[in-house]
């Protein structure tokens, strides 16, 4: 059973950064989906960024919100996946998710089955 653990989320200065981290345990396949979405009081679900763990061409995606500012990078540890933050704004201000793809090869937004319970980022 694939579980999701995040940490670092916090408050923070606009124009500052944030570090999130994921890590997944009990996972058992070789090449999935994993992504950082958020969620805003009273505003719907956003896909912030993804990256397709084991894939040797490399995948990522960004919400073009967060483009330029946001950067996914697999962490040393292998079934990590960061998320740095920077130029942070109230606009960020979110319940930030990771979850994880382990049923469909990919990294569209419906295909996330796995849920970390989330961790709050507030730019104020």
């Known amino acids: 059973q694939v579980q999701l653990v995040e940490s670092g989320g916090g408050s923070v200065q606009p124009g500052g950064s944030l570090r999130l981290s994921c890590a997944a345990s009990?996972?058992?396949?070789?090449?999935?989906?994993m992504g950082w979405f958020r969620q805003a009081p009273g505003k719907p679900r956003e896909r912030v960024a993804a990256m397709m763990i084991g894939y040797r061409f490399g995948y990522t995606a960004y919400a073009d919100s967060v483009k330029g500012r946001f950067t996914v990078t697999q962490g040393n540890a292998g079934n990590t996946l960061d998320l740095q933050m920077n130029s942070l704004n109230p606009a960020d201000s979110a319940m930030y998710y990771c979850?994880?793809?382990?049923?469909?090869?990919?990294?569209?937004?419906?295909?996330?089955?796995?849920w970390g319970q989330g961790t709050q980022v507030t730019g104020s």
């Open positions: 009990g996972v058992t396949l070789s090449r999935y989906c």
């Open positions: 979850a994880a793809a382990t049923q469909v090869i990919a990294c569209n937004s419906q295909f996330f089955n796995v």
